[in-house]
């Protein structure tokens, strides 16, 4: 198991939970927010939510901010530039983007689980310039190319 340096940015939040996974087989964690008062993501809003932690990762990890799907099914609030991603040499409070898709206000409360964390190795790449790339089976195509043979109309 990996370990990774967390710590509180607020002594203020230091009784709200750190990340934690919900379930045993839950890849993602849910993280809280660090809010004073209720904060007001109107219909259509975005908003930069505090959590009060700041972590280190190791080199070659990520740590990726998704949607919780319960407040997307629910109440049409997503984590905007969902994957986000955390840098291993980044430092600073861990906020996160939230949107409203819904018709509703939704109401951001103090310690309320408003998106997941999910850390993730990676690889660097160094980039080679070629003449032309190996063939594939797929080609070139994209954008649905593996998909339904036509777009369906309204009748």
Not at 17 to 31: F, I, N, R, S
Not at 58 to 82: D, T
Not at 84 to 102: C, K, M, P, Q, V
Request: proline content about 9%; overall charge neutral; aromatic content about 8%.
């Amino acid at each position: 198991m990996l370990e990774v340096a967390i710590t509180r940015t607020d002594p203020e939040f230091a009784d709200l939970p750190l990340p934690t996974y919900a379930t045993e087989g839950a890849a993602g964690m849910d993280v809280c927010a660090a809010v004073r008062e209720p904060l007001a993501l109107p219909p259509g809003g975005i908003v930069l939510v505090p959590t009060a932690l700041a972590i280190a990762l190791p080199p070659g990890y990520e740590c990726q901010v998704r949607s919780r799907s319960g407040l997307a099914a629910r109440y049409g609030v997503f984590a905007l530039n969902s994957p986000g991603t955390i840098d291993s040499d980044y430092r600073g409070e861990i906020r996160i983007i939230l949107a409203n898709f819904g018709k509703e206000t939704f109401w951001i409360r103090r310690g309320d689980r408003i998106a997941q964390l999910v850390v993730a190795a990676y690889e660097r790449v160094r980039w080679r310039v070629v003449q032309e790339l190996p063939p594939s089976a797929r080609g070139s195509g994209g954008f649905g190319s593996t998909g339904r043979d036509a777009i369906p109309h309204a009748p």
